[in-house]
């Protein structure tokens, strides 16, 4: 329609100039203007008496109007407009054809792949108009790019789609011909992050319109995608874990799917989730055991549907690594009661922790448990950097402040802060504000806002209740599914005893309450300080969830264990090695990342650090990482692998002879799996590519036009053509619309 009344298509109005071919001057043209709309004004003011009442005021300005339009329309036509525009000069330019040869093309559409609809969309007319013009050129595109002669030898058998580096290689290799334009005929299914300001820059700097045609369809009728899988990169053997799995689905709101979590075959868990809107991503937790030590290749997967149109995007790979370290956890007790027997008692068994206690059984006597040799603890709490630092955690029971030295005290914060532990203060009759805790340094570490008062301890029963923040957290799920779990809280035996601990802090997560006389007052409370993180368990008295039931009964233990797991499962050792990116998909580049502390947890910035990489196949290769010239203590390396699975890296970091520390990290590659997911046509990257490099985004069905909007180019070897627009359809149409409103206005008025 819009080729019938302007005469040319619209691109030839965006990329051409309006111009007047007329010799007349521009001058004139305004002056005739004016002195034909003040003639026609003339006019009607002279015949003012002849024309009915009704038809002055308003009703004579329209007519004068409509006149007046339709007379500088005749003399703008006198004047020749025309618009100048670009073209270019046939068979001396080429056009570049980057067709997708990706895997992704093998999508069946409506009973056909795009590969064949490409094909098709090539032979039916697309490369027969656009050789009659221009030289033409055939790429196919995936993780690289091929120069191919003929549409039948596209077999979609590339394993990844990277348009923004393709379309970098077409520019380089043609850098020296006078290119046209591009065309691109994909699904947009990029695999590369999508297309980058620096790809767009280098188009718009050569000028070249890149346009494209987009295959498939922009939404599936019934699929299920998992789009990303967050689990911990490190654990704790037979820790429980969750991992958040965000997915979408279409098709298939309201029901029932399965996900499940398992590691070479053997399930680690599994859980039932409802789907919600449609094509909008969701997000749920799924609980698993992270089983025996070792370097794990987990696979998180949702049971394919019967009418599923694609399985393949039902399943993603994670790598975990879980460590068989045994974390120390210090436990300072003042005073001896039941809870500090409770406690020990909890984890005892739990062979990945170890409690190192001191407890104060009078004022001059310490009695000491889990220590590594007579030396240790000897002196009670340590003075020393080196001594306290070598522990994961703290936990301070009913013991007053006043107990450490102001220099211990600043130890402990520089413990959380600069050293990353974890730091839990118990509830007891000479802790937090009994206990002196509200002043500096506690007061930056504790989680809440004491009371200014003592007295805050009672030996009045008090029943738990978990909070919103406490029915998703690991540390309180003592059952697998999240309602009983709030129903097993509930009936928890009651606590003997609870503190007052004041407002939680902003920032702050209150996990439990605990109701006492009809007051609810938070119970745990946890937050993150510095590197590390704070917790306060506002009681001395849980230790009956162990005697008010059965033997068997594993409330209390549990509780503990997943509690000092998170105090510790953080703790950085002095060299933290990480990636940025842990699954690599369809490329090995990978950036290795050290961060090297000395024995007080300083930044060592004269260290010697080397990785030893393990491939999937059991080769290794040493690589050395250098320090970061803008953070010290920083180091990093670059290196890729050229196998797909999964990949180990132990760094080790050295000063002279001294090893400082070694850490391990853990990543993956995966080879063409990214073909299997966003496999709707992504018509938006299409759609952007084209309109911000001067381009224009076509459906199959379009291409016709293809060859015609190409011409209107300014890359290349071009000319400048004038095309008359006196003669469109549009002007006599206009003309016509403006006498015969005036016609009609008159006829209304009773003036004809």
Sequence with gaps: ???????????????????????WPLWLLFSAVVLAGGGLAWSIWIRRKRIASSVQGGKSVAVWALQTLLVTLILLLLWQPALSVGTLKPQQNIVAVVVDDSHSMTTQDNGSSRRDEVIRTLNGGLLKSLSNKFQVRLYRLGDHIERFEKPEQLNASLPAT???????????ESATLPIGALVLLSDGADNSGGIDLETINEIRRQRIPVHTVGFGREQFARDIEIQD??????????SRLQAQVSFRQHGYSGRKLHLTIKENGKVLGSGDVIGKVDGVQQTEPVLFNAGPAGVKDVEVAIDPQADEENAKNNKLIRVLNVDNARPRVLYIEGEPRWDYKFLRRAVEDD?????????????????????ANESELKDGFPGKVEDLFGYQAIILGSVESAYFTPAQQELIQ???????????????????????????PFTDLLPVRLPDRKNTFHRDPAT??????????????????????????????????FQE?????PGAVVLADMIAAGHKMPLLITQNYGRGRTAVFATGGDWRWQMLQPVEDMTHEMFWRQLLRWLVSDTPTRVVASTPRPVLTDEGGVHLRAEVRDTTYLPAGDAQVEARVVGPDGSSQSVELHPDPLEQGVYSAEWSGDKAGSYLAEVVAKRGKEELGRDVVTFRRENGQA???????????????????????????????????????????TVHETRDLWDMPIVFFLALLLRSSEWLLRRKWGVV
């Design 501 to 505: 601990v004041g407002a939680p802090k």
């Design 414 to 440: 520089q413990f959380v802060d600069r050293r990353g532990g974890g730091l839990l203060f118990m509830g007891g009759r000479a802790s937090l504000a009994d206990g002196g805790y509200g002043k500096a």
């Design 1 to 23: 329609m819009f080729e019938f009344l302007f005469k040319y298509p619209s691109s030839l109005f965006s990329k051409g100039n309006f111009v007047l071919l007329g010799t």
């Design 229 to 238: 899988v967050q689990i911990p990169v490190r654990a704790l053997p037979n």
């Design 464 to 497: 738990a209740e978990l909070t919103q923040a406490g029915r998703e957290s690991l540390i309180c799920r003592l059952e697998e599914n999240p309602d009983r779990n709030v129903e097993r809280w509930k009936k928890l035996p009651y606590l003997m005893n």
């Design 162 to 172: 990277h348009i923004a580096s393709g379309l970098k290689e077409v520019l380089a």
């Design 351 to 371: 062979k990945n922790i170890e409690v190192v206690s001191v407890l104060r059984t009078t004022q001059n006597k310490l009695y000491r448990q889990g220590i």
């Design 675 to 717: 073909e299997n997911f966003h496999l709707e046509q992504n018509r938006e990257l299409l759609e952007k590519l084209s309109s911000q490099t001067g381009g224009r985004y076509y459906r199959p069905h379009e291409v016709n036009r293809l060859g015609e909007d190409i011409s209107y180019s300014e890359a290349g070897i």
